[in-house]
């Protein structure tokens, strides 16, 4: 499935590690007693900071990487797989160990940024 999302997804999963290893989704001024939600509160979402959602999840490049089963879900990004044994960050969430979430994370995105890089430098 190829959406129509038209940001580069390298340059996307670059950002996002960069707002995770700064801190990002450390506690929110506007909601300090609410967790940070995974991808929808950085720039990452197409929805981040509209409350109506005005864009479908499917639009945004992250749902390439969500299995077929989970696309229609709420948030089908927090069911990405984030390493081999599948655990995603819906999975993580339900553990309610940030630094467990966001070591998996970044775990993920490093993995998918190499693949991407090495894509590129053979040209396909």
């Known amino acids: ?16 590690l960069d707002f995770i290893e ?18 929808q509160d950085s720039l990452t979402c197409l929805n981040f900071a509209d409350a109506r959602r005005t864009h479908p999840c499917d639009e945004c490049l992250l749902i390439d990487f969500v299995p077929p089963e ?4 709420d948030v089908p990004c927090h069911h990405i797989p984030l390493g081999a044994g599948g655990v995603t ?3 993580l969430e339900w553990k309610d160990d940030r ?5 998996a994370l970044k775990y993920w995105l490093r993995q998918k940024i190499q ?10």
């Open 22 to 39: 700064k801190g990002g989704y450390g506690r929110s001024v506007r909601t300090p007693r609410q967790p940070p939600s995974i991808f």
């Open 1 to 16: 499935m190829t959406t129509n999302d038209e940001r580069d997804t390298l340059e996307v999963l670059k950002a996002e």
């Open 99 to 103: 630094g467990d979430t966001e070591a």
């Open 89 to 91: 960050v819906s999975a």
């Open 70 to 73: 989970n696309r229609k879900d």
């Open 115 to 124: 693949q991407l890089e090495k894509r590129l430098a053979v040209g396909v």
